[in-house]
């Protein structure tokens, strides 16, 4: 029978696996590949200390990542107490991890023609449709099932996907490169995370365009499989930028079941004859009130969806089709203004919205991934 007075020292190689189970936060990786991990002593009464050393001098996560160094050092059997000393990383470590990152050249990493990410722009033909709602659910019931997945909130003059995701945290800055704030998973950077006290922004198209470069070559979103692009309402700017910049991203279109809002609608999916970007489908939302007696009412007419689908279909000529209606339900709403999206599980729904969301996702994540319908720029002889 083992001696209960024997004091058992922690394996230093249990110690190293435990912590080789710690993530950055924001860079989604474990911290030991990453260089973050310093100097591990484990003293005689079994005390073990680790250092780390964070990107920048006041990294905003430093207390999640001292508490998830604890935690993972807790269930090691002989770890009697966790020291965590933070340190930072010296311009020449910081240059390394940024090579380590994303290789040392510089640039739009989803322009690449190799890139297998899936990039959406999200447009509408004008606000308030729910663009930015179906976004961030999608993307998080998307992050839910596996896929890794950012958003780029391009939607200058109504920035709210920081709020939608409950996102309070700036970026963080390692000289050049940013690296996104996550939530639920999804990798976010917007543009009101740059503007002071929620200013609004009066752009010119120029300016969007860089903004929407800058985002594109200096944040940080490591291999994504999924990249939404949430774009203003309308066919203005900066659609035309996002098929400049990423000539392979697709168009989804949400759209409410009112003809007018439909009619715009159109125009924003129609952009794509003119930009040669395939349009992924459309996505009506507000489809219907369910009221107490169990009927649905249509408070925004109906068929909106389904009319701006088929007449992108001829436009384009090709099948764009309708991929899902979302009905209006109080808790979509609740969900966006606590900045917790309806499709994560714990939220209670009584609808159907959430579920739609889910299935709507889950089509889009199961469509063939990287190259499939791209031209190979090979002529036959
Ligand atoms: N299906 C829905 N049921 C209930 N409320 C909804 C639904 N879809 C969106 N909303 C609410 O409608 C408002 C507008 O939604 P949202 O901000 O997503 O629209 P938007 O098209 O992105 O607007 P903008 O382009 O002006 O930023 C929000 O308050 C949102 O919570």
């Given amino acids: ?87 930072v990383m010296t311009p020449q470590q910081r240059s390394e991890l940024k090579e380590q990152l994303r290789g040392s050249e510089r640039g739009n990493p989803f322009a690449d023609p190799s890139s297998l990410t899936r990039v959406y722009a999200v447009a509408s033909g004008k606000g308030g449709v729910g663009k930015s709602s179906v976004t961030v659910n999608l993307a998080c019931a998307m992050a839910a099932q596996g896929l890794r997945v950012g958003i780029v909130d391009a939607d200058v003059y109504g920035f709210s996907v920081p709020g939608l ?53 200096d944040v940080y979103f490591g291999d994504l499989d999924v990249l939404f692009l949430d774009l203003p309402p309308g066919t203005g700017d900066v659609a035309i930028s996002v098929a400049q910049l990423l000539p392979s991203s697709q168009i989804l279109v949400v759209t409410t079941p009112q003809t007018a809002a439909a009619e715009v609608a159109e ?83 009584e609808g159907v919205a959430a579920d739609e969301l889910r299935r709507i996702a889950a089509e889009l994540a199961a469509r063939p991934r990287g190259l499939a319908g791209r031209p190979l720029g090979v002529t036959p002889r």
């Avoid at 474990?30 to 920048?56: C, F, N, Q, W, Y």
């Avoid at 800055?173 to 976010?188: R, S, T």
């Avoid at 369910?290 to 090709?318: Q, T, Y």
């Fill in 1 to 87: 029978m083992a001696n209960p007075y024997t004091f058992e020292l922690p394996d230093p190689a249990a110690v190293r696996r435990a912590l080789a189970t710690v993530i950055d936060p924001e860079l989604r990786r474990p911290i030991a590949e990453l260089g973050m991990l310093k100097e591990v002593r484990i003293d005689d009464a079994g005390r073990v200390s680790v250092g780390v050393l964070l990107t920048i001098a006041g990294c905003p996560l430093r207390g999640t990542i001292t508490a998830d160094v604890e935690q993972a050092l807790a269930s090691v059997p002989g770890v009697s107490a966790v020291q965590v000393e933070l340190d």
């Fill in 267 to 349: 125009r924003a999916g129609a952009i794509a004859e003119q930009t040669g970007q395939q349009v992924a489908g459309v996505i009506e939302n507000m489809s219907w009130l369910l009221l107490p007696d169990g009927s649905k009412m249509e408070v925004f007419g109906s068929g909106g969806g389904r009319a701006v689908a088929e007449r992108l279909s001829a436009v384009l000529e090709a099948p764009v089709p309708l991929l899902g209606s979302i009905p209006l339900e109080p808790a979509l709403r609740a969900g966006g203004d606590a900045g917790r999206p309806i499709v994560l599980d714990d939220v209670p729904s």
């Fill in 165 to 217: 995701l409950g996102i309070t945290q700036a970026p963080t800055q390692v000289d050049e490169m940013i690296l996104p704030p996550v939530a639920f998973g999804v990798k976010v950077i917007s543009i009101g995370m740059f503007v002071a006290n929620n200013k609004p922004v009066a752009w010119r198209g120029p300016m969007l365009h860089r903004a929407l470069e800058q985002f594109l070559t």
